[in-house]
């Protein structure tokens, strides 16, 4: 039986593929949450939060996450990757 035609980019099972690459790789994801007092100026500039956040996970010894790993769903929020 030969497989179903689907999409250049995606699969029912949720691998993604690229034009020139093989399906996704197994990753690590840890999804960690960051909670601050309330600020407006926080709210209204990006890059204020942006550096608040980054001040926090650097004073922290130890980050708490959620962690998972393998062939996963492509995630729906914002992903920060490793830069290679």
Not at 6 to 25: H, I, Q, T
Request: net charge positive; glycine share 4%.
């Amino acid at each position: 039986m030969t497989e179903p035609w689907y999409d250049n980019k995606a699969r029912p099972d949720g691998f993604v593929f690229d034009e020139m690459k093989r399906e996704r790789s197994k990753v690590i994801r840890a999804t960690i949450t960051i909670e601050v007092p309330y600020e407006n100026e926080l709210m209204n500039y990006g890059d204020k939060l942006n550096k608040k956040l980054k001040q926090i996970i650097a004073d922290t010894d130890y980050i708490p996450h959620e962690t998972s790993a393998g062939n996963l769903k492509p995630c729906t929020r914002p992903v920060i990757r490793e830069k290679i």
